[in-house]
């Protein structure tokens, strides 16, 4: 971004000094700039950035402000530094992003005014723009807008896969509603109709529509010996496939290869157009619906533009066949983007619905399948689910029941969340797991959750590294029936005394209070934690010498973690960080 700087008065030279330091940590350009030169420089910059008082800024801007379309941005920054305003152009010309980012650069705090972005709602007016999306028609955005900030119910129908269809499906707002198709448009339900499609759609008299174009379809041309103006021709061919109910939405273009120098080739390719080109032996080789002996006379092959816009979107049926005009013909395919399986093992966290990562709820939105461990993860955690999603249990099912209901739904494409408690690497049996989908061949990645040592830290109000006192934490497990490693014995492990978190130990709490006693004094403070941050959340403090009793009065049993260590409850011990005398990279100690 080309950005102008214009200090308004002496006082606001330092924070003049610090934002031209932008250039340096960013990819803008920043230049410094009188306010007297600001009218005969108005469309030299892509954002203007006055430092001083903002009626100031407005009066010399106001006889400059055209369209909201066109206008570059504008930002005011007091001359202490303290607010950075997003003034004008804030969603299309990125106001409002260049005033948080000058926010964060200064520390100083932003003032956003538009009301998507203070409701957290899509910036309709940048959708487009943002994704590589045409707006359909002259659609007037504003009355979407005013529906759409005023949350008027919404309906939204996506006939299109890529990045922008899946933002809006994970950020769709409680008052926007998926529709599966254009029948579904009810004027007594919606008030407004947003559409991502290249196919040209009609709604109900009296409903406000926003379609965005995504650029999805690869044209196959024909083209007679140096067809020209490249203008008139391409012009011919978007109305002609308007004919036929598509909106022009090429992404790439494609032709035989004698055509390479043809002035419409060389026109789209001054645009950034990709041009794609096949021989005659890889087009006659494609089944078509119309081909022609005229053209197989002439080029080799029976057909061109449909046999190159089938050959381009690799192998996807035409959705407008054949089409001529004087000396042009053409066909369009759209490459329908391929659902690719995966598999995402998600950390659930230790129980608490709100405790799951971001990402986490992002993919449980989205899954096909929802496989979670029944018997240690709260079933509403798979609440959030879309609608037809499969959500199942594997509390009954052994690992190779698991990993064929995984690979059914691998198979047909499907997204498929493995949903572990706490986080999967830890005491989560994602190994087994993780060799048959290396075996298989199958993509899968892990999004970690909060482990219930980290929720025991927080509900036990403790930090569990002591300055001078522990500094290391042991998380393990009690020998049950799975065998311990002889060299991770609790009792060898004990000799450090450091805050210890045993999970999986609860029904074995004899043997491990006697383990732990070989080496913590028997007055060291322990903590059984039951059901950390579920709505049935217990927790039993006391001393290490009455740890087995406290779980067994209290019937404690699979899903507790058994702290240990003087770090609970412990209130002494200061950290170097803070402390007025201590230096470090970001401040200097005093002495």
């Given at each position: 971004?080309?950005?102008?700087?214009?200090?308004?008065?002496?006082?606001?030279?330092?924070?003049?000094?610090?934002?031209?330091?932008?250039?340096?940590?960013?990819?803008?350009?920043?230049?410094?700039?009188?306010?007297?030169?600001?009218?005969?420089?108005?469309?030299?910059?892509?954002?203007?950035?006055?430092?001083?008082?903002?009626?100031?800024?407005?009066?010399?801007i106001?006889?400059?402000?055209e369209?909201?379309?066109?206008?570059?941005?504008?930002?005011?920054?007091?001359?202490l530094?303290?607010?950075?305003?997003?003034?004008?152009?804030?969603?299309?010309?990125?106001?409002?992003?260049?005033?948080?980012?000058?926010?964060?650069?200064?520390?100083?705090?932003?003032?956003?005014?538009?009301?998507?972005?203070?409701?957290?709602?899509?910036?309709?007016?940048?959708?487009?723009?943002?994704?590589?999306?045409?707006?359909?028609?002259?659609?007037?955005?504003?009355?979407?807008?005013?529906?759409?900030?005023n949350?008027?119910?919404?309906?939204?129908?996506?006939?299109?896969?890529d990045?922008?269809?899946?933002?809006?499906?994970?950020?769709?707002?409680?008052?926007?509603?998926?529709?599966?198709?254009?029948?579904?448009?009810?004027?007594?339900?919606?008030?407004?109709?947003?559409?991502?499609?290249?196919?040209?759609?009609?709604?109900?008299?009296?409903?406000?529509?926003?379609?965005?174009?995504?650029?999805?379809?690869?044209?196959?041309?024909?083209?007679?010996?140096?067809?020209?103006?490249?203008?008139?021709?391409?012009?011919?061919?978007?109305?002609?496939?308007?004919?036929?109910?598509?909106?022009?939405?090429?992404?790439?273009?494609?032709?035989?290869?004698?055509?390479?120098?043809?002035?419409v080739?060389?026109?789209?390719?001054?645009?950034?157009?990709?041009?794609?080109?096949?021989?005659?032996?890889?087009?006659?080789?494609?089944?078509?619906?119309?081909?022609s002996?005229?053209?197989?006379?002439?080029?080799?092959?029976?057909?061109?533009?449909?046999?190159?816009?089938?050959?381009?979107?690799?192998?996807?049926?035409?959705?407008?066949?054949?089409?001529?005009?004087?000396?042009?013909?053409?066909?369009?395919?759209?490459?329908?983007?391929?659902?690719?399986?995966?598999?995402?093992?998600v950390?659930?966290?230790?129980?608490?619905?709100?405790?799951?990562?971001?990402?986490?709820?992002?993919?449980?939105?989205?899954a096909?399948?929802?496989?979670?461990?029944?018997?240690?993860?709260?079933?509403?955690?798979?609440?959030?689910?879309?609608?037809?999603?499969?959500?199942?249990?594997?509390?009954d099912?052994?690992?190779?029941?698991?990993?064929?209901?995984?690979?059914?739904?691998?198979?047909?494409?499907?997204?498929?969340?493995?949903?572990?408690?706490?986080?999967?690497c830890?005491?989560?049996?994602?190994?087994?797991?993780?060799?048959?989908?290396?075996?298989?061949?199958?993509?899968?990645?892990?999004?970690?959750?909060?482990?219930?040592f980290?929720?025991?830290?927080?509900?036990?109000?403790?930090?569990?590294?002591?300055?001078?006192?522990?500094?290391?934490?042991?998380?393990?497990?009690?020998?049950?029936?799975?065998?311990?490693?002889?060299?991770?014995?609790?009792?060898?492990?004990?000799?450090?005394?450091?805050?210890?978190?045993?999970f999986?130990?609860?029904?074995?709490?004899?043997?491990?209070?006697?383990?732990?006693?070989?080496?913590?004094?028997?007055?060291?403070?322990?903590?059984?934690?039951?059901?950390?941050?579920?709505?049935?959340?217990?927790?039993?403090?006391g001393?290490?010498?009455?740890?087995?009793?406290?779980?067994?009065?209290?019937?404690?049993t699979?899903?507790?973690?058994?702290?240990?260590?003087?770090?609970?409850?412990?209130?002494?011990?200061?950290?170097?960080l803070?402390?007025?005398?201590?230096?470090?990279?970001?401040?200097?100690?005093?002495?």
């Amino acid at each position: 971004m080309k950005i102008a700087i214009i200090p308004i008065s002496q006082e606001g030279q330092a924070v003049a000094r610090q934002l031209q330091q932008l250039a340096v940590r960013s990819t803008h350009k920043v230049t410094l700039l009188l306010r007297s030169e600001v009218p005969a420089r108005w469309h030299d910059y892509d954002a203007f950035v006055f430092i001083g008082a903002m009626g100031i800024c407005v009066r010399t801007i106001a006889p400059l402000v055209e369209d909201k379309h066109t206008d570059p941005a504008v930002v005011c920054v007091d001359s202490l530094g303290q607010h950075a305003i997003s003034v004008l152009s804030g969603h299309i010309g990125g106001a409002n992003d260049l005033a948080t980012e000058i926010a964060q650069f200064i520390g100083a705090t932003p003032v956003i005014t538009t009301q998507s972005d203070n409701a957290g709602l899509w910036a309709l007016d940048t959708l487009g723009k943002r994704f590589g999306w045409s707006v359909a028609g002259d659609t007037d955005m504003n009355p979407c807008i005013f529906a759409f900030v005023n949350r008027k119910p919404t309906a939204l129908l996506l006939e299109a896969q890529d990045e922008g269809t899946e933002y809006l499906q994970q950020t769709m707002p409680a008052h926007v509603s998926l529709i599966r198709d254009i029948s579904e448009a009810d004027r007594k339900k919606y008030e407004l109709i947003i559409i991502v499609s290249p196919y040209i759609r009609h709604v109900p008299e009296g409903m406000s529509v926003l379609q965005f174009v995504p650029r999805v379809a690869t044209y196959g041309l024909g083209l007679a010996h140096q067809a020209a103006p490249a203008e008139r021709i391409l012009d011919e061919i978007d109305e002609a496939i308007r004919h036929q109910g598509l909106h022009p939405c090429a992404c790439e273009y494609a032709t035989i290869d004698v055509k390479r120098d043809e002035p419409v080739v060389k026109f789209l390719q001054e645009r950034g157009f990709r041009v794609r080109f096949f021989t005659a032996e890889e087009l006659a080789k494609v089944d078509v619906p119309n081909p022609s002996p005229l053209v197989e006379g002439y080029m080799g092959t029976p057909s061109v533009c449909e046999a190159a816009a089938i050959l381009a979107s690799e192998g996807d049926q035409l959705v407008v066949p054949k089409q001529k005009g004087k000396d042009w013909t053409v066909a369009v395919a759209i490459r329908r983007a391929p659902k690719q399986a995966h598999i995402e093992i998600v950390g659930a966290g230790p129980g608490d619905p709100d405790l799951i990562s971001v990402r986490g709820r992002r993919f449980l939105e989205r899954a096909d399948l929802i496989l979670y461990a029944g018997s240690l993860v709260p079933k509403a955690l798979t609440e959030c689910h879309k609608p037809g999603a499969v959500v199942r249990s594997s509390a009954d099912m052994n690992l190779e029941e698991q990993c064929a209901l995984m690979k059914e739904h691998y198979d047909k494409g499907h997204l498929i969340v493995r949903l572990h408690t706490g986080d999967p690497c830890i005491f989560g049996a994602i190994q087994e797991q993780m060799a048959f989908f290396d075996r298989e061949g199958m993509s899968y990645h892990i999004t970690p959750g909060i482990s219930s040592f980290l929720a025991a830290a927080a509900e036990l109000r403790s930090q569990f590294t002591i300055p001078e006192r522990t500094q290391t934490i042991i998380l393990t497990r009690g020998e049950g029936r799975t065998p311990m490693p002889e060299r991770e014995q609790l009792h060898l492990l004990a000799r450090s005394q450091s805050t210890m978190c045993i999970f999986l130990s609860a029904s074995i709490v004899d043997d491990v209070q006697r383990q732990l006693l070989q080496h913590y004094p028997e007055d060291t403070p322990v903590a059984a934690c039951y059901h950390l941050t579920w709505p049935d959340q217990k927790i039993y403090r006391g001393q290490l010498k009455d740890l087995a009793h406290i779980v067994h009065d209290n019937h404690l049993t699979l899903t507790t973690m058994l702290v240990v260590g003087e770090a609970i409850d412990n209130r002494h011990g200061l950290s170097e960080l803070y402390n007025k005398h201590f230096t470090h990279l970001y401040r200097q100690g005093e002495d």
